[in-house]
């Protein structure tokens, strides 16, 4: 009779691993492929769809176009940015957005407000001291709302840097500065608002002055 030896069976058993939660598919929509600023600057903003964690990011092309949040987020936000006063002709930028772009459009800003240089020429009356013809340079701002200052140098009367206020109706300005004595400064703008003409005087002296913008 033959003998059969049975061998003893070892069975491994393998772990089945648990499945995968599969990796979002993202999109994002933008509220807006477009913002337009007026050429005193200001906000803006617009907003993203995206699915929960699905991450973008934003960024800007220009100096001029600041993102003050919503540089880097995940699912819905906005995207907010501020845009600074032009001084110039109107300019443009492009924001990327969760891989979109947006123009971005400003205005042309007032021609006013800028750096300005030109002449004073000093006429009857005026102390020999003071020289027949001095230039000067400056710097006019927007201070707020309404208000505007004037950043002067003249520095052949030992005027440098000196911020005063100017006040502006439509093309005439004026202003008031101490050399020797307080001087009361007048000028009308040209039509492009980027030259102008006017007179000065303070005690006994007066003259003209005339400028235009650097």
């Known amino acids: 009779m033959a003998s059969i030896s049975a061998g003893a ?18 999109t994002y929509a933008l509220s807006s492929t477009s913002l337009s600023v007026a050429g005193t600057g200001g906000t ?3 907003s993203v769809t995206a699915g929960t964690g699905c ?6 092309s220009a100096a001029f ?9 995940s699912g819905n936000d906005s995207v907010n940015v501020t845009v600074s006063e032009n001084t110039g002709d109107a300019r443009s930028a492009t924001l ?3 891989g979109q772009s947006v123009a971005v459009s400003q205005a042309a800003g007032d021609p006013l407000y800028g750096n300005w240089a030109g002449t004073i020429v000093k006429g009857p009356g005026c102390p020999a001291t003071l020289p027949a013809s001095v230039t ?6 927007r201070t707020g709302g309404a208000s505007s200052e ?10 440098f840097n000196q911020v005063i206020p100017l006040f502006v109706n439509g093309n005439s300005l004026q202003f ?4 020797d004595t307080l001087y009361t400064f007048n000028a009308t703008l040209a039509n492009d608002r980027r030259s102008l003409t006017g007179t000065f005087s303070g005690g006994t002296c007066s003259g003209t002055w005339t400028g235009a913008r650097q």
């Open 96 to 98: 990327t957005v969760a």
């Open 176 to 179: 008031f500065v101490p050399i």
């Open 9 to 26: 069976c070892s069975k491994t058993r393998t772990s089945t691993p648990s499945p995968t939660a599969p990796t979002p598919t993202c």
């Open 65 to 73: 176009v600041t993102i003050t949040s919503g540089t880097s987020q």
């Open 150 to 159: 004037f950043v002067i140098t003249i520095a052949s009367v030992g005027v």
């Open 136 to 141: 000067w340079t400056g710097t006019i701002r």
């Open 44 to 46: 803006a903003s617009l």
């Open 55 to 60: 991450a973008w990011t934003a960024s800007s």
